[in-house]
């Protein structure tokens, strides 16, 4: 579903409401969003501080979401890190204390994978910060299996707060046993939380949880522990998921007795104050009528994301408001953490000199090339991708010239002659689209040769013939076949194909507008194109580079 799709979700569920579970809804002139309904309350309120899919990003990041270079920092055209975060959950949370009003810190997961942070400590780096910030509770996202159960128990071991994902079932007397909640009720204000956790069943092939770890059914383990809360005399309930937005909506449909959700893993932005994003919050009703809000925060620490809950005695919500809030130059990092980090970043540049592979031949990355034709750095780039998610039974790949920087030599190259290559840390993102969607982005990829552009498709699992002489956009490509089951085929307009790109293109980047409108069931792997193709060149050492034909001109 693409964010156009969610938008329109949420302004139906919205408008349904109004009638359907006799609630108003405003949004104020701050971006605020404001819930009431005619039930009565207890007095409880509840301040919910929440930030998901942070990926890694220990350092502050870039507008693209990567690595903030120096001049950007000086100039304060950074965003989010691990210090910044701290300083606006610390920030909020002395505001809140002074106002007497009881909150909590959640992350809907998904710490890890995605900086050379991951890479070097295993997701430690990370705990670290969140020890130092302060969180009350977080689910486990399918990232922080990335590295198999005994890589996330040592992970999970150095956390100081707990860990809650229900429906992940741990084998006794394994490495993760012991370490993950089933549930956890928190006391606020004279009241009691209960915090239900799931993590998407998608884990067993999106990851790498290992024999011993198996997910029961989010939905049919949520309508089991909240029954057994609500026995319990737990009314007031949060949901804190790592199942994607979509999915949230279904769980809130079909789930009786959930007070709200905070997600994660389709790095929604929900926001009130910025074009094109989600509105936050999204209400769906429950069974019973009742109105559960779903929040989430985007990704990669650039949104905070704060919402105020009222509840009534059966733990319904009835008043709610807030929005996320764009970390940006405004909050300054806090200085204890900077220190935190500062000693971590010496074996990360350490890394970047370790040797990756051996090249017997060169790797042509130049611009004037991968820009223009078929480029050995195209062909061995798209072609990680592909070796990347060949499990799922993806075949073809789309990346764009514009996103290879540099050549590279024969012998032995190391991990910063790979991040040279590819310096974005844009990820690995899968997706579906129709054949004509394909040829679409095909055609557009090649309409600005003339001007050098960096949108030049490069391409695996997939040939055409390109002449140039035929005027942009009258059809410069044809003869386009794709990688099938059995060999080359012509490309079906009416067929649905599962590609793999990066996250740059798939969300619209270099004008590949067609990806993002006409892409369905899209998955950012938030694994780095960079550390895909290490892991390529290394498997495949020595590694020479291949010219085959996927560009006749």
Known sequence: ??????????????RGFLTLAGATLAVTGAGKFSLTTAQAGTGFKLTVLHIND????????????????????????????????????????????????????????????????????GGRAEVQMMNAIGF?????????????????????????????SGNTKVAEGTALDGLIRDHLILERGGARIGILGVTTPDTVFLSSPGDDVTFQDDIEHLQEAVARLKAEGVDNILVLSHVGYVRDQQIAAQVDGVSAIIGGHSHTLMSNRVDGAVQYAGLVESPSGRAVPIMQAFAFSRFMGEVALEFGADGAVISASGDTTLLDASFEPAEDIEALIEPLRGPIEELTRRPVAELSAGIDGSRETCRAQECEMGNTVADAMVAEVAHQGIRIALANGGGLRASMGEGTITLGDVLTVLPFQNTLYTLEVSGETLLAALEHGVNGVEEGAGRFPQVAGLRFRLDLSV??????????????????????????????????????????????EGGMNGYDTAIDLAEVLARYLSDNEPFAPVIDGRIQQ
């Open 136 to 164: 009350d509770a977080m689910t486990l996202g399918n990232h922080e299996f990335n590295r198999g159960p005994e890589s996330l128990a040592r992970m999970l071991g150095e956390a100081e707060f707990p860990i809650v």
């Open 471 to 516: 005027a942009p956009n009258e059809g410069r490509v044809s003869e386009v076949e794709v990688m099938g089951a059995d060999g080359w085929e012509p490309v079906d307009p009416g067929a649905t194909y599962g590609i793999v790109t990066n996250n740059f293109m798939a969300g619209g980047g270099d004008g590949y507008a067609m990806l993002r």
């Open 54 to 121: 942070m990926h890694s990003r220990v350092d502050e990041i870039s507008r693209f979401n990567s690595n903030c270079s120096p001049a950007d920092s000086e100039e304060g055209n950074c965003f989010g890190g691990a210090a910044r975060l701290a300083t606006a959950i610390r920030s909020r949370r002395e505001a809140l204390d002074a106002a007497d009003m009881p909150h909590i810190t959640l992350d809907a997961g998904d710490q890890s994978q995605g900086t050379l942070y991951y890479t070097t400590y």
């Open 1 to 14: 579903m693409t964010q156009r799709d969610l938008a329109a979700t949420t302004a139906l569920s919205r």
